[in-house]
């Protein structure tokens, strides 16, 4: 379709009407040429809109309209899908240093100082990211631990499996646990410091529950399972044996 438009001196320039393409005339042939990570092959007989069958770099054929095409898209939908790719943002957050260097992480981090990504719509701690790739899945129950005490650290060398008890050990015994991490069914808000714990072990005798319990303000129960060293404890000073 074309419309005339005339021109001051009675000349005529000719407009060509480029439709609904994005600007772009149906006789323009695409063939050939290169969009991004797609090579267009051949016009596709199709009604109404023009479109054109395209080969992607990473081996996929489509067909996309001529507008998307001049307009903006760029792949088949693999470079969207590389953007979101766990281990290509993995890497690219981390800074990798020799191999007994600790390899810090550089993206995002939560309230603890542990860096986290997005695996699957799932917010996952980078290190325990980097044991997967490196070393493989983590068994149901098991936490990956630091052997450097550096939570930014994602090299795989540094770090091992434990248990629930496992970690809290290794954060009280290196100093990171300012409270006694609490038994399940202890009130929230009861909180008794280290110091207090190792002196409940040191003094208690039996019979003596309920009374510590009174002074310490916790339960008969923490008392109980901290004398019985359920709860774990740094090894006490010397002084105090």
């Given at each position: 379709?074309?419309?005339?438009t005339?021109?001051?001196?009675?000349?005529?320039?000719?407009?060509?009407?480029?439709?609904?393409?994005?600007?772009?005339?149906?006789?323009?042939?695409?063939?050939?040429?290169?969009?991004?990570?797609?090579?267009?092959?051949?016009?596709?007989?199709?009604?109404?809109?023009?479109?054109?069958?395209?080969?992607?770099?990473?081996?996929k054929?489509?067909?996309?309209?001529?507008?998307?095409?001049?307009?903006?898209?760029?792949?088949?939908?693999?470079?969207?899908?590389?953007?979101?790719?766990?281990?290509?943002?993995?890497?690219?957050?981390?800074?990798?240093?020799?191999?007994?260097?600790?390899?810090?992480?550089?993206?995002?981090?939560?309230?603890?100082?542990?860096?986290?990504?997005?695996?699957?719509?799932?917010?996952?701690?980078?290190?325990?990211?980097?044991?997967?790739?490196?070393?493989?899945?983590?068994?149901?129950?098991?936490?990956?631990?630091?052997?450097?005490?550096?939570?930014?650290?994602?090299?795989?060398?540094h770090?091992?499996?434990?248990?629930?008890?496992?970690?809290?050990?290794?954060?009280?015994?290196?100093?990171?646990?300012?409270?006694?991490?609490?038994?399940?069914?202890?009130?929230?808000?009861?909180?008794?410091?280290?110091?207090?714990?190792?002196e409940?072990?040191?003094?208690?005798?039996?019979?003596m529950?309920?009374?510590?319990?009174?002074?310490?303000?916790?339960?008969?129960?923490?008392?109980?399972?901290?004398?019985?060293?359920?709860?774990?404890?740094?090894?006490?000073?010397?002084d105090?044996?």
């Amino acid at each position: 379709m074309t419309t005339e438009t005339k021109r001051k001196g009675g000349g005529v320039k000719i407009r060509v009407d480029l439709g609904h393409d994005g600007g772009a005339a149906r006789g323009v042939d695409l063939a050939g040429r290169r969009f991004g990570r797609l090579l267009v092959q051949e016009r596709v007989n199709r009604p109404g809109k023009t479109h054109w069958k395209c080969l992607c770099d990473c081996g996929k054929t489509l067909d996309v309209r001529q507008s998307r095409l001049l307009d903006r898209q760029q792949s088949c939908g693999c470079a969207l899908t590389e953007t979101f790719d766990p281990q290509r943002r993995f890497w690219g957050n981390v800074q990798k240093r020799s191999d007994g260097d600790c390899w810090v992480w550089n993206g995002y981090f939560n309230s603890t100082g542990y860096g986290f990504l997005n695996v699957d719509g799932r917010k996952t701690l980078a290190h325990r990211y980097s044991f997967l790739l490196h070393k493989g899945p983590i068994p149901d129950g098991l936490h990956v631990l630091h052997k450097c005490d550096n939570p930014p650290c994602t090299n795989p060398d540094h770090l091992f499996l434990g248990t629930n008890q496992d970690n809290i050990a290794d954060r009280v015994a290196k100093g990171r646990s300012r409270t006694v991490p609490l038994p399940r069914g202890e009130h929230p808000n009861t909180k008794l410091s280290v110091d207090q714990a190792c002196e409940v072990r040191r003094i208690y005798r039996p019979g003596m529950g309920p009374a510590l319990a009174r002074q310490f303000g916790v339960s008969k129960t923490l008392i109980k399972k901290i004398a019985n060293d359920q709860v774990p404890l740094p090894a006490e000073p010397a002084d105090r044996r």
